[in-house]
Nanobody, 111 residues
């Protein structure tokens, strides 16, 4: 069974930075698509950033220019570097790989 383990959430002031990491229990080459969603209570889950199998990156318009997704093949890890964080970025962030989801990690940005 594939597992995704997330780390790196926390609290930060507006303008600050955080890095989220997601480590998979199998090789990243096994996945067609991998990345991050986020969810605020009462709202639908929103795609933040993702890789496809050809390593094309897709970002939500709300994070373009501020967030960057990357991967480390040797560590089976996908990371999300989040800069210039805003209060509206506050959410639970979920790593996904095809149909598998991580447990979620809270990101809180205070003004």
């Amino acid at each position: 069974q594939v597992q995704l383990v997330e780390s790196g959430g926390g609290s930060v002031q507006a303008g600050g930075s955080l890095t989220l990491s997601c480590t998979a229990s199998i090789l990243l080459f096994s996945f067609n698509r991998m990345g991050w969603y986020r969810q605020v209570p009462g709202k639908q889950r929103e795609l933040v950033a993702a890789f496809d199998r050809r390593l094309r990156q897709n970002y939500s318009d709300s994070v373009k220019g501020r967030f960057s997704i990357s991967r480390d093949i040797g560590k089976n890890t996908v990371s999300l570097q989040m800069n210039d964080l805003r209060p509206e970025d506050t959410a639970v962030y979920y790593c996904f790989a095809d149909d598998t989801w991580g447990q979620g990690t809270q990101v809180t940005v205070s003004s």
